[in-house]
């Protein structure tokens, strides 16, 4: 007690100097940067952040309650966890050779990526608007980052992405397919020319897979500096954190060595590993959000005032002529979609909403023609 009373005296005097304050002490980047705003969606229906709207059947969440039960949670989880990159292996039509490395949600892999480029002139390059973790990252990582703006059609600008990795040489490319937030797929012949002018790199983002049923995985094969990261998150699984990228050994045995040695809990492990051994119900889900997706589609479009852009995702960007109006005029009828508007110059007065169940569709439909 005596031994602390002694030190706040002398602290801020000359035998204790002042310690740093944040300012002072934390990194510039870091202190411009303003964290990833979650809202609070207490008693809305929840259309803001591409959650599948169904839970799963009962007798598979049955299931699932017995393997919580004989968990050994009082161990730490399997640091190769092989169950369940067995499961990732045979459900996911993983190519011959190729390695996985699992993440704490696919957030984690962006960053172990990031960290492991990070010379002191590395690039990360990305096109925009898209997902803004890779910018956020980049910025946590101390890398430069580079976005080559999509056209106004949301389109890939071939020739500017070309010139940009021409001029800035990106350790790193990361390109969603689809595209977040704008919902579409790039042009494939177009990524292809990308993958191979790329000197670094190239991650093809599938965080939406499921509702494209596109996919780079194939070319795995043919590409040396190509991989492709997942998610487990948009196809109904978000609360268990798992994300997985997919490339050559040679990379992963390396990035591996940056991923902190129990980044998937136990629980996550053998509840993914369970739900995958269902992957049927995970893509009858999926079928029916595309078939929702349609439906939204053809309501949207059919609205005056309203710009609907074409997705391959579980969500549909739109723009409306005052977005901040209609988003309110949407919370306040108790439905909740993400306000792009202020993101990026390009989606200026762009709403996104996620589909939902048919019901939650059709409350949402009818709060907009209300809110426009
Ligand atoms: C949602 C999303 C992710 C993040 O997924 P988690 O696995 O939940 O971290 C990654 N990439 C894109 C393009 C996304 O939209």
């Known amino acids: 007690m005596q031994k602390l009373g002694v030190l706040r005296v002398l602290r801020g005097n000359a035998f204790m100097p002042m310690p740093l304050r944040p300012d002072q002490l934390i990194r510039d980047e870091i202190r411009a940067l303003s964290a990833y705003h979650v809202p609070d969606a207490t008693g809305l229906v929840k259309l803001d952040a591409m959650e599948n709207p169904y839970l799963l059947p009962l007798a598979l969440r049955h ?88 056209k106004a059609d949301f389109t890939l600008d071939l020739d500017a992405t070309l010139a940009a990795i021409h001029e800035h ?57 190509l991989l492709v990261m997942r998610t487990l998150s948009k196809l109904g699984l978000a609360g268990l954190r798992l994300g997985f990228l997919v490339g050559r050994p040679a990379w992963l045995n390396e990035l591996d060595k940056l991923r902190l040695p129990y980044n998937v809990n136990v629980l996550t492990q053998q509840v ?24 939204l589609m053809q309501a949207l479009s059919g609205i005056t ?15 409306v002529a005052n977005a901040d109006k209609v988003f309110e005029g949407l919370k306040q ?34 709060a907009l023609t209300a809110s426009l």
């Open 63 to 150: 299931e699932l309650g017995r393997v919580a039960q004989d968990a050994a949670i009082n161990r730490y989880p399997d640091a190769a966890a092989s169950t369940l990159k067995a499961a990732i292996r045979s459900s996911m039509q993983v190519p011959e050779g190729m390695e996985i490395l699992l993440g704490n949600g696919s957030d984690e892999i962006i960053q172990i990526l990031a960290l492991a480029i990070a010379k002191p002139n590395a690039v990360i390059l990305g096109l925009e608007p898209s997902f803004v973790m890779y910018k956020m990252i980049a910025a946590f990582a101390g890398v430069r980052y580079v976005g080559v703006p999509l």
């Open 305 to 319: 005032g309203i710009q609907a852009f074409p997705s391959d995702a579980n969500f549909i960007l739109f723009r």
């Open 169 to 225: 040489q990106p350790a790193l490319i990361f390109i969603a397919y689809p595209n977040n937030p704008t919902g579409n797929v790039f042009d494939d012949a177009a990524l292809l020319r990308i993958v191979e002018a790329a000197p670094g790199l190239v991650v093809m983002d599938e965080a939406y897979h499921v509702f494209a049923l596109r996919s780079f995985m194939p070319q795995l094969l043919r590409y040396p500096n």
């Open 272 to 295: 993914a590993a369970q739900v995958l051994a269902h992957t049927e119900v995970l893509e009858q889900q999926a079928a029916a959000i595309r078939g929702e997706r349609t439906r």
């Open 333 to 366: 009828r108790g439905i909740l979609i993400k306000n792009l508007s202020r993101a990026h110059p390009q989606l200026k007065n762009c709403l996104r909403v996620t589909v939902g169940t048919a019901d939650e569709n059709q409350q949402f439909l009818t």
